[in-house]
């Protein structure tokens, strides 16, 4: 089954530490960008982080540049956000995403053809 299942959400403390995982299934995984995006409660879904297949490339969205990393484990068909000094506006579903391609990536809805369920993360004291 083609299907990208995240986990690692949950309520952390402003200035707090959360790593997401996204777990990728039923396709070749180092033949796609992965990005990731959010959407925080009566927004659009905005872009957060995007890498290339092999983890050279990335890109961030300036809210969570320094804040944020994106990494990726092509033997485990994993992509990863980790996310450290969280305020209360990191508050969102985050999802994972597949790109259309290996090697192009970056903030665009439509440059991505699958998405995750989403998980939850909430910066609350």
């Known amino acids: 089954q083609v299907q990208l299942v995240e986990s690692g959400g949950g309520l952390v403390q402003p200035g707090g530490s959360l790593r997401l995982s996204c777990a990728a299934s039923?396709?070749?995984?180092?033949?796609?960008?992965m990005g990731w995006f959010r959407r925080a409660p009566g927004k659009e879904r905005e872009f957060v982080a995007s890498?290339?297949?092999?983890?050279?490339?990335?890109n961030y969205a300036d809210s969570v540049k320094g804040r944020f990393t994106i990494s990726r484990d092509n033997a485990k068909n994993t992509v990863y956000l980790q996310m450290n000094s969280l305020k209360p506006e990191d508050t969102a579903v985050y999802y994972c995403?597949?790109?259309?391609?290996?090697?192009?990536?970056?903030?665009?809805?439509?440059?991505?053809?699958?998405w995750g369920q989403g998980t939850q993360v909430t910066v609350s004291s």
């Open positions: 039923g396709f070749t995984f180092n033949n796609h960008a």
């Open positions: 890498t290339d297949w092999s983890a050279i490339s990335t």
């Open positions: 995403a597949r790109g259309k391609q290996a090697v192009a990536h970056g903030p665009a809805l439509n440059e991505y053809n699958l």
